[in-house]
């Protein structure tokens, strides 16, 4: 009891060295393997080996496969360079199959001090961050060593010897096993040196030693597949697309496995330098054969998996990955590409706005509650996305930054509400009250309605861009819609004065209007105050203080 309790801590151990290795990594350099992997690259060869230089990295084909079907998810790579990588990403795990094999004893203990030193003294440093890799790394090579270590023991049991006896070189019935073996780890990796472990103590032969090495690769492609059950149909289709690749291999390698195991049994080298080198070899030439297929393949996989249509009108998010929360920057620049939807929804609901107005669109539409209700979804999920980051684990300006995009996604659902009832007074008036504005007041609200929207889309820019000239040019054009709101109040007073119906009629609701715009002007210009008082040249200028109080 006391060996398998060994064996399964050190499975646990292997597993949390990878997340540490893959957040640490991801920290340091998500945004440069963003760009790496996340590139629409148009040859399949530079994908392939981004694949296997991202695996040798983060030290795990699974954690490749989170990171791919992430960015797969939310648009950033197309499924056929994503399929590339995948099968590059094979092959780097095999690479460090190998590489993790040789005697490496004194080099986990190393990497733990040194790591641990670096990321207690420098936690929210970059140095920091890689003394947190530098603590993954030893983990991971410390736990394959606990687990050979711990399933040494068991390959003596007698139940096991029993249990193994049965594989008799079945190549379906090994794989199965090897599959499991890889499930239960959680690691392809682990599954194929307990398979040499094995192996090496003659518990099992070359054939089956082999068959359970073909399995664990489907295992690591089942696991991947599980693990995007929460993803949408693009994410999906690329772990379907990896798992496929992994199965034709298995039919694949079925014709030549006999000839192929009687060749490596006459080479001069131990069990387990053999199961290593199989591992190597079948992936490495399994991968090189089906590379030119990647385009028919992720056809396929289209085809089996296709978009489905929503069930429902409301919005789903579509770039809130989960996966990416334990890289705040990634995390955040998800967060702030779905609040830039809200900010287009709000450009057509002001857009609606004109044509109610202009009576080219009578009643509040359906398609108008639809956008209302998009926003709300939408600002739900940004909500908790941000509530589920580590916000003791930003640094400053991450920080900020998380700020500015919740307090721009609040200012834009606050904008939708207000934009929802100012369309309903006006639909109040000219189908209950039977009631129009005048000709000269309607251009006054129209022209005051495009100004929001050019202001509403400078705002958003400056949100994205922080730049700072931009950030004063939004202040300016805030003063102009100021000046300019006081100036078509002051002209509406005059036309009740020379006592036009139109004017009288709808004299409550046009300055309410106008006073809506207002709060809505200062909504959208609200990003400029954050980048300007953020700015490292200095906080706002003399000019832009007196604007400081009017913002929400």
């Known amino acids: 009891m006391l060996t ?62 989170m990171l791919v079907t992430s960015f797969v998810g939310q648009g950033l790579m197309a499924l056929t360079p994503a399929l590339s990588t995948m099968l590059g990403a094979d092959v780097g795990t095999a690479l460090m199959a190998r590489v993790l094999t040789f005697d490496l004893s004194w080099l986990s203990p190393l990497l733990i001090f040194i790591g641990v030193i670096f990321f207690l003294s420098r936690k929210q440093t970059r140095l920091g961050q890689m003394g947190r890799v530098a603590i993954g790394l030893g983990l991971i090579i410390l736990a394959l060593q606990l687990i050979v270590e711990a399933a040494a023991p068991i390959t003596h049991a007698k139940g096991v010897k029993v249990i193994f006896a049965s594989l008799t070189g079945d190549i379906l019935l090994d794989a199965l096993m090897g599959a499991l073996f890889a499930m239960i780890s959680y690691s392809s990796l682990a599954a194929v040196l307990l398979t040499a472990t094995l192996a090496g103590a003659k518990v099992i032969g070359l054939p089956v030693a082999l068959g359970l090495v073909i399995g664990a690769n489907i295992g690591s492609g089942v696991l991947a597949f599980l693990s995007t059950s929460m993803q949408n149909a693009a994410g999906r289709q690329v772990a379907l697309g990896s798992l496929l690749y992994k199965l034709i291999g298995l039919v694949l390698i079925i014709p030549v496995l006999d000839p192929l195991v009687h060749w490596i049994d006459s080479l001069d080298f131990s069990p387990q330098e053999m199961v290593i080198g199989f591992h190597l070899l079948y992936n490495t030439a399994r991968c090189l054969i089906l590379l030119p297929t990647v385009g028919p393949m992720a056809r396929f996989c289209a085809w089996l998996l296709p978009e489905r249509p929503q069930v429902n009108g409301t919005a789903k998010p579509r770039h809130l990955d989960l996966t990416a929360l334990d890289t705040p920057s990634l995390a955040l620049a998800n967060a702030a590409r779905e609040t830039l939807r809200i900010g287009d929804l709000i450009d057509s609901m002001l857009e609606s706005m004109s044509d109610v107005l202009r009576g080219n669109q009578t009643a509040v539409t359906q398609e108008m509650r639809r956008m209302t209700d998009d926003v709300e979804s939408l600002y739900s999920a940004i909500k908790l996305y941000l509530a589920q980051m580590p916000r003791e684990d930003l640094s400053d300006q991450d920080s900020r930054r998380w700020a500015e995009i919740i307090e721009l996604a609040i200012n834009l659902k606050l904008a939708s509400d207000l934009i929802e009832r100012m369309l309903r007074k006006v639909q109040q008036q000219k189908t209950s009250q039977r009631r129009s504005f005048s000709e000269v007041g309607l251009e006054e609200l129209a022209g005051l309605n495009s100004q929001l929207i050019a202001n509403l889309r400078l705002g958003l820019s400056v949100f994205l861009s922080a730049d700072k000239e931009s950030a004063r040019q939004l202040l ?67 000019d832009d203080l007196t604007d400081t109080t009017h913002s929400p």
């Open 476 to 542: 300016r054009e805030k003063r102009r819609f100021r000046a300019q709101e006081r100036r078509l109040a002051h002209a509406h007073v005059s036309r009740l004065q020379r006592k036009i119906v139109q004017s009288i009629e709808t004299s409550s609701l046009h300055l309410e209007l106008i006073a809506d715009m207002k709060r809505l002007n200062s909504l959208f210009c609200s990003s400029a105050y954050v980048v300007l008082e953020t700015s490292e040249t200095g906080a706002l200028a003399v």
């Open 4 to 65: 398998l309790l060994n064996l399964l801590s050190a499975v646990a151990l292997l597993i949390w060295g990878t997340h540490i290795v893959r957040t640490g990594i991801l920290r340091v350099y998500g945004s440069n393997l963003r760009h790496v992997i996340g590139r629409n690259m148009s040859k399949r060869w530079l994908a392939f080996l981004s694949g296997i230089a991202v695996t040798a990295m983060v030290q795990s084909s699974n954690a490749t496969a």
